[in-house]
């Protein structure tokens, strides 16, 4: 009885074992937008892009029989959702945060739309790595499946933070956010700097969609996300836009959204959906004690809406 | 000082004149969304045509759905009702340059306060009852937007972030009391709360099916469109979203004007909420997230965030909404082709922003 062993551990193993779970989309959508807030343009429709991430990727995996070019074309999918975001923004007077909106509404939408014959069908799912194969007990093989997208993620974040310090991109990126107008004196095109920012970050944001649908919880609903793409924006205004305490922040979040399911796993059921929602009240708690009205955020892009 | 004078008598008869010169920013007002509504429709229309299906039959049965009958009229203006409440819960800040997304937030708690109070005062008069979840439904709902405008006066936490952070938080509150401690033993495979009662239930308006909502809700957009821009309050709110440096210096105090919009808005979408309990439902549950908060910030941004325009604006995505059954029926189109729609529309609208004061012959000149 290798269950009865491990008694009240069942609770911390399983949210270490969601945290490296559920933290993958939170963790795909902060880098994503990381970059784009970084290149001073908020895009808020990434929740959006998530939606029709998962259901073009389970869509592509489906028919092709392929997940990973499900996964890319989730990716292509959110890159056009980018760039269709950075062309309405960089009309005049085109307001990015409402346009975020309208985004995350149109995406949504079009995935429900899209995606209504792939509810029924089963979609070959990504495969994950066994690292729990030293071991005899069920959970904590359970928790060390691991994901293969979570580790290019994992990796992806020290990556960011050494192409934004030392790279030229990311310079230029930073030199749009901080100032189009150094960055239009040294001659470059900061709509275009900001273009491909978003493009990149929806590209991402896309990526984190395809595991919602291929790999945990592997299915294509129309509940599949509920404001994981949101928080993961609120996400990178307290991890300071840096791209190494996003990867932690992502993990966070996801120890606590898997709390809930941990806690019913051991009989505990009152508060079930009080549990679910950790992650938001573990948001607002965090934005609330790290947000000042006195002065901006340090790290903040000076250009970014959202903090002026 | 003489010279001024003369200069602003010259100045008066430099004005533009004739019809397109006085009124060539209102016309903007109204062409310009109306062109993006039409530019949306024909893009949906493209969509559809994708899918095989006829625009033109697109068109008609959308028409015939949302406008065509007095039976889908009634059905278009039972929408309207809370679409009118929960857009004035995102015109109403826009007072003051903020951008509040949590209107189904506020809907979902205004509706378990209504709900709790009906269910407290079992044997009270319908009338007070009505009242009474009026009053709860407006405080909750009000309470909670305002937390979104504390939290950003206080603690320069982004509104719009927090809002709908609010949102998920409303929803696990109401799936976690209507699951539990007010969970009726006898609702099985919907957890819901015990009904208000059919006596206080708020009814039709006499000869037609559509609730007393509809009043309620065109009642608090005139109020705000009034309270906007014809009071001194309201002035104020403009200033300071105008300019807030501004509003400080003539000594308004900002943060009082956020706390009350905030709470005035949150208080339209909780009574939204009351509404959808005591006219629909008849109860709470998880039915009533059904997204008109979130179509709600499309009309407020439809409408420019004009709490006026808000009702007609309101009254055409309620037709839209309502012809998504018939186009489920007729044409076989899934029911999120509604959605589909409305965002193309937004994105349209928000693009059209643009276009103000660059349409030539709407400036007078040649």
């Known amino acids: 009885m290798a269950d009865a062993s491990i008694g009240l551990w069942t609770v911390p193993l399983a949210v270490f074992g969601g945290a490296i779970r559920v ?20 895009n808020l429709g990434l929740e959006g892009t998530l939606v029709m991430g998962a259901m073009s990727a389970y869509g592509i995996s489906y028919l092709s029989g392929s997940p990973w070019l499900g996964v890319l074309a989730a ?16 009309l005049p007077r085109v307001n990015d945060i409402a346009v975020g909106i309208a985004l995350m509404l149109f995406g949504t939408g079009l995935a429900f739309f899209l995606g209504k014959p792939l509810i029924e069908p089963t979609a070959p799912r990504l495969p994950a790595i066994d690292f729990g194969w030293w071991s005899n007990i069920p959970q904590l093989k359970a928790a060390l499946r691991i994901n293969v997208l979570f580790l290019f993620g994992v990796a992806l974040a020290p990556v960011l933070y050494w192409a934004f310090r030392t790279t030229r991109w990311g310079l230029l990126i930073r030199t749009a956010g901080e100032s189009s107008d150094a960055a239009r004196a040294m001659g470059h095109s900061v709509l275009l700097i900001r273009l491909r920012a978003t493009m990149v970050g929806g590209f991402l944001a896309g990526i984190g969609g395809s595991f919602l649908s291929l790999f945990y919880p592997g299915s294509w609903n129309e509940g599949l996300s509920s404001g994981q793409g949101i928080t993961a924006v ?22 606590a959204a898997a709390l809930g399911p941990a806690l019913q796993s051991v009989g505990v059921t009152f508060g079930y959906h009080l549990f679910n929602a950790a992650p938001y009240f573990l948001t607002l708690a965090i934005m609330i004690i790290t947000c000042s009205p006195k002065r901006t955020l340090t790290g903040a892009p000076a250009e970014l809406s959202i903090t002026r | 000082m003489t010279s001024e004078v003369a200069d602003s008598v010259e100045a008066a008869a430099a004005a533009p004149t004739g019809f397109l010169g006085r009124h060539g920013a209102t016309i903007e007002y109204i062409l310009i969304p109306g062109a993006a509504l039409a530019g949306a429709l024909v893009v ?24 065509g009958t007095w039976f889908s009229w009634q059905n278009t203006l039972t929408r309207a009702a809370p679409l009118i409440l929960t857009a004035l819960c995102t015109a109403l800040p826009a007072q003051l340059g903020m951008v509040i997304i949590g209107g189904e937030g ?6 378990l306060s209504a709900t709790s109070m009906a269910l407290a005062m079992p044997s009270a008069p319908p009338l007070a009852v009505q009242f009474a979840m009026a009053a709860a439904g407006m405080t909750g709902g009000g309470l909670w937007i305002m937390l979104s405008g504390g939290l950003r006066q206080y603690r320069g936490v982004n509104e719009t972030i927090s809002s709908l952070l609010l949102v998920y938080v409303a929803l696990a509150i109401l799936n976690h009391l209507v699951e539990g401690p007010m969970r009726d033993p006898a609702s099985l495979n919907k957890p819901s709360t015990r009904e208000i009662g059919a006596a206080n239930m708020i009814g039709s308006i006499p000869g037609t099916e559509v609730h007393w909502g509809l009043v ?3 009642i608090a957009a005139i109020a705000c469109y009034v309270l906007i821009y014809h ?20 000594g308004l105090s900002v943060g009082n004007l956020i706390l009350t919009i905030c709470f005035l808005a949150g208080s339209c979408a909780g009574l939204a909420g009351m509404v959808e309990v005591a006219a629909v439902q008849g109860r709470t549950n998880a039915n009533l997230a059904a997204g008109y908060g979130f179509t709600g910030i499309l009309v407020a941004f439809l409408a420019r965030q004009n709490p006026l325009a808000v009702i007609p604006v309101a009254i055409l995505i309620g037709g839209i909404g309502a012809s998504g059954g018939l186009l489920q029926r007729r044409l076989g189109l899934p029911d999120a082709s509604v959605l589909v729609l409305q965002g193309i529309i937004f994105v349209f609208v928000l693009a059209s922003d643009a276009l103000y004061g660059r349409i030539g012959f709407l400036k007078g000149k040649p």
């Open chain 2, 216 to 218: 309620f809700g065109v």
């Open chain 2, 44 to 67: 949906f229309g493209i969509f559809v045509a994708l899918f095989g299906k006829n625009p033109l039959d697109l068109y008609f049965y959308m028409y015939q759905g949302a406008f």
């Open chain 2, 106 to 111: 506020a809907l979902l708690i205004g509706a």
């Open chain 1, 23 to 42: 933290s993958t989309p939170f963790l795909f959508v902060s880098l994503g937008e990381c970059i784009t807030e970084r290149s001073g343009r908020i």
């Open chain 2, 231 to 250: 009071t001194t309050f309201g002035f104020a709110a403009r200033v300071a979203g105008g300019n807030i440096r501004a509003a400080k210096i003539v």
């Open chain 1, 234 to 255: 609120a996400l990178v205004i307290f991890a300071r836009w840096d791209p190494m305490l996003c990867l932690w922040a992502s993990l966070a979040f996801g120890g």
């Open chain 1, 75 to 90: 990716g292509l999918t959110g890159a056009m959702l980018g760039a269709l975001h950075a062309g309405i923004c960089s």
